[in-house]
């Protein structure tokens, strides 16, 4: 028997299946309540496909993605993904494969080039992530020295370590949007940002809770500078000195390593269509030379 037969209803299945996702997003009512249709229309416009079919498919399989969510985290800091969820992620990875597989079957491009393409059409929401979220972290780092030096000139002028941290909430960017999220959480939870003899303080193990070298080492130092007293401003100033000089020499390890990083994309964009384009005709002449 013949396979290819099946392979339209196949491709008219999964294209049903998907609009019918799409489609059950739109809830019919008959309610004459004003408050009832802006609460759907809102509930609408709030979860699209993605996140229902990622949320969805998270609540029947059980799926964590801890990893996923971290880096959710860190993208929202951003600013980008507002009012997302990691679920819209992994909808649109299922939706990305769904419509390659789709084009697949419709048209019988059935080849291991097309399947890399599916494969990698998948892969890209959660590199578009990975991405966003690592550029994020790399706006945290850069804004450590300036929220230090910051926090110390403040501690000059006689503010208690608090005030200053709270003052250099105010910078822009994404540090000052995690050290606002700190205070709030803190007076939330009716806790101190720094430790006072044996009571933890809430600074350390909340920004340590985003898994950042920096940052926690930002926090553990600005949690020993507050205990210091009068030392304090003097620690403070040689703390965002230091951070200063190491932020310094990992931007010049990493410019180090540029050359290495920027060895392959240089091959792949340069060096091999320039050695096609030299090798293919002159293995056309040679092939047709027999």
Not at 84 to 92: A, D, I, K
Not at 131 to 139: F, I, K, L, T
Not at 184 to 212: I, K, W
Not at 250 to 276: H, Y
């Amino acid at each position: 028997m013949d396979y290819r037969q099946f392979v339209p209803f196949l491709a008219a299945g999964l294209i049903a299946g998907l609009a019918y996702l799409f489609l059950r997003g739109f809830k019919l009512t008959f309610s004459r309540s004003p408050s009832a249709r802006i609460e759907a229309f809102a509930e609408t416009r709030r979860r699209g496909l993605a996140d229902r079919l990622g949320e969805a498919l998270i609540d029947h399989l059980g799926l964590r993605l801890e990893a996923w969510k971290h880096e959710f985290r860190w993208a929202q800091l951003g600013g980008h993904y507002q009012g997302q969820t990691v679920g819209g992620v992994l909808g649109r990875v299922v939706l990305f494969a769904g419509l390659g597989i789709a084009y697949i079957l419709l048209f019988h491009a059935f080849s291991l080039v097309f399947a890399g393409a599916v494969l990698l059409l998948a892969y890209y929401p959660y590199m578009q992530l990975r991405s966003r979220a690592g550029e994020v972290r790399q706006m945290v780092k850069r804004s450590l020295p300036e929220a230090a030096a910051l926090i110390a000139a403040e501690m000059s002028a006689d503010v208690s370590a608090e005030n200053a941290l709270v003052r250099s909430a105010s910078l822009p960017g994404p540090l000052g949007v995690l050290l606002r999220e700190a205070i709030e959480h803190a007076q939330q939870a009716g806790r101190l940002l720094f430790s006072r003899q044996r009571t933890p303080g809430f600074l350390v193990p909340y920004l340590a809770g985003l898994r950042l070298p920096q940052l926690e080492a930002f926090a553990a130092l600005m949690d020993m500078v507050a205990s210091k007293g009068a030392e304090g401003p003097r620690q403070m100033a040689n703390v965002a000195r230091g951070l200063a000089r190491d932020y310094r020499m990992d931007v010049s390890r990493q410019a180090e390593t540029l050359d290495n990083k920027l060895l392959m994309p240089i091959s792949v964009f340069f060096f091999v269509p320039f050695m096609l384009a030299i090798f293919i005709p002159l293995l056309v002449s040679i092939f047709q030379m027999f």
